[in-house]
């Protein structure tokens, strides 16, 4: 009788294994789902950014990037704050601010969250 389990039935093993391969199938993917809106959000930002090259010259200058922030952000910046800003931004310190530079900024900083959030007080700590 044990004979006909094995040979009608699945073992535990086998549906084990069975269940951990649709498991990995599934989180493919997902994770090629993600990747790809992950890659559109990216475009998105960049062809945003473009707009932000005043003298369309395919970078942006910290003068550009001050600007926007002024114009464009829902806590009114001085001057000398959105500078701050776009020096903060600017990694390597050469005076323009690329889109890799730009993104990573907006990945790894606060400033853009508190700013939809609203919390003033806490901007001003992080930019003093």
Do not use: C, P, Y
């Not at 599934?26 to 932000?52: A, T």
């Amino acid at each position: 009788e044990s004979d006909e389990e094995e040979s009608g039935e699945e073992s535990g093993d086998q549906k084990l294994d069975r269940a951990i391969l649709t498991l990995k199938n599934r989180i493919s993917k997902m994770v090629s789902k993600i990747e790809v809106q992950i890659d559109d959000v990216e475009s998105k930002i960049g062809d945003k950014l473009h707009l932000l090259d005043k003298d369309g010259d395919g970078i942006m200058s910290l003068e550009e990037i001050a600007d926007a922030m002024e114009l464009v952000l829902k806590r009114n910046f001085s001057h000398e704050e959105a500078m701050a800003v776009a020096t903060l931004i600017d990694e390597n310190q050469d005076g323009i601010a690329t889109l890799e530079e730009f993104l990573k900024w907006i990945e790894t900083n606060k400033i853009i969250q508190l700013l939809k959030e609203g919390e003033d007080g806490d901007l001003d700590r992080l930019l003093a």
